[in-house]
């Protein structure tokens, strides 16, 4: 069981809009900086954003992420059939003094 | 280019241990803490602790703490993780990444590079 809870998945149509969240807890989230991954099947995890709300290099700004207290937020607009992937938050954790990790969320591009 | 090299596929005998290798190339070594993630079949990503290559400074995750040891040879610009008394539930992928942060602590800790994975098989 992941320290930080996203959903199972989520699907939209291609265009479309979607959101995946990522849910913790004061010592985590509410205290630090939230990252974002993307991975495709069989590949490593890709860097999507950092600082919750900064793009990394080369990511589209149709990509974006927010945090407010204990939750993180990762945006996808204009949906492709390339961003079908599983994504993953990440944060440092005070109380267990590590990095965690949500479960991960399966992104269906109808 | 960054990049970051791992080693090859392992097949273990449970109670085996394990050196997975990360060879860096295209920024300087020293500069950035290498991490170890592993994310076993169908799961999530799992941190397992990092290694500061300029000190060889070491923390590790609470889980594996006692099993798990990370060194660096800086003059190869390669990292190592090794884990000791293999079971099965440790047949994975084993990743390492480099951290960055503007942070003095780990408060903005992200990976913007990942090594492409070592598949780890613990069978009898």
């Known amino acids: 069981q992941s320290v930080l809870t996203q959903p199972p998945s989520v699907s939209a149509a291609p265009g479309q809009k979607v959101t995946i969240s990522c849910s913790g807890s004061?010592?985590?989230?509410?205290?630090?900086?939230v990252s974002w991954y993307q991975q495709l099947p069989g590949t490593a995890p890709k860097l999507l954003i950092y600082?919750?709300?900064k793009g990394a290099s080369g990511i589209p700004d149709r990509i974006s992420g927010s945090k407010s207290g204990t939750s993180a937020t990762l945006g996808i607009t204009g949906l492709q059939t390339g961003d079908e992937a599983d994504y993953y938050c990440?944060?440092?954790?005070?109380?267990?003094?590590?990095?965690?990790f949500g479960g991960g969320t399966k992104l269906t591009v109808l | 280019q960054v990049q970051l090299v791992q080693s090859g596929p392992e097949v273990k005998k449970p109670g085996a241990s394990l050196k997975v290798s990360c060879k860096a190339s295209?920024?300087?070594?020293?500069?950035?803490?290498i991490h170890w993630v592993r994310q076993a079949p169908g799961q999530s990503l799992e941190w397992m602790g990092w290694?500061?290559?300029?000190?060889?400074?070491?923390k590790y995750s609470q889980k594996f703490q006692a099993r798990v040891s990370l060194t660096r040879d800086t003059s190869a610009t390669t990292a190592y993780m090794e884990l000791s008394s293999l079971t099965s539930e440790d047949t994975a992928l084993y990743y390492c990444?480099?951290?960055?942060?503007?942070?003095?602590?780990?408060?903005?800790?992200?990976?913007?590079?990942w090594g492409q994975g070592t598949l780890v098989t613990v069978s009898s």
């Open positions: 290694i500061s290559p300029v000190s060889g400074n070491t």
């Open positions: 600082d919750n709300d």
């Open positions: 990444a480099r951290g960055r942060g503007h942070c003095i602590s780990s408060s903005c800790l992200y990976f913007d590079y």
């Open positions: 295209g920024y300087t070594f020293t500069d950035n803490a």
């Open positions: 990440e944060t440092w954790d005070n109380s267990l003094s590590g990095v965690v």
């Open positions: 004061s010592s985590n989230i509410g205290s630090n900086y």
